[in-house]
């Protein structure tokens, strides 16, 4: 099955970060309690280029709801976050190449083998 923005289906995007929120919810719980675990949330790319727009209506724009719409059915350039939480989450900041991802979790993983 695809995701959401592949499919640019909208609702299936709600299902998905409905989803999505309750496993990051849970891991960032654990990790709170536990003290020792680095929670680190990415993607490897956006699909669809979904914006959020207002809901046309018959007197023209209803900005009371939304609407989801779609740039492409393929991937963009949009810049993709990268959220941390936990030791180490201070070296997942700013701006870089996705395969610099890489290098920040080995290092991650390194630190914590090397605790006493």
Do not use: C, W
């Not at 709170?32 to 007197?59: F, M, Q, R, W, Y």
């Amino acid at each position: 099955m695809i995701g959401g923005g592949h499919a640019n289906d909208f609702e299936y995007i709600i299902s998905e970060m409905n989803d999505f929120d309750r496993a990051i919810g849970a891991a960032l719980d654990f990790a709170k309690k536990d003290g020792n675990t680095l929670v680190i949330v990415t993607a490897d790319h956006e699909t669809g280029g979904l914006a959020l727009s207002s809901t046309p209506g018959p007197n023209g724009s209803d900005y009371n709801a939304i609407t989801g719409t779609f740039s492409t059915g393929g991937h963009t350039a949009t810049l993709i976050p990268v959220f941390a939480f936990g030791p180490g989450a201070e070296n997942f900041s700013g701006v870089y190449e996705n395969t610099g991802i890489f290098q920040r979790i080995l290092s991650a993983s390194q630190i914590a083998q090397n605790k006493p």
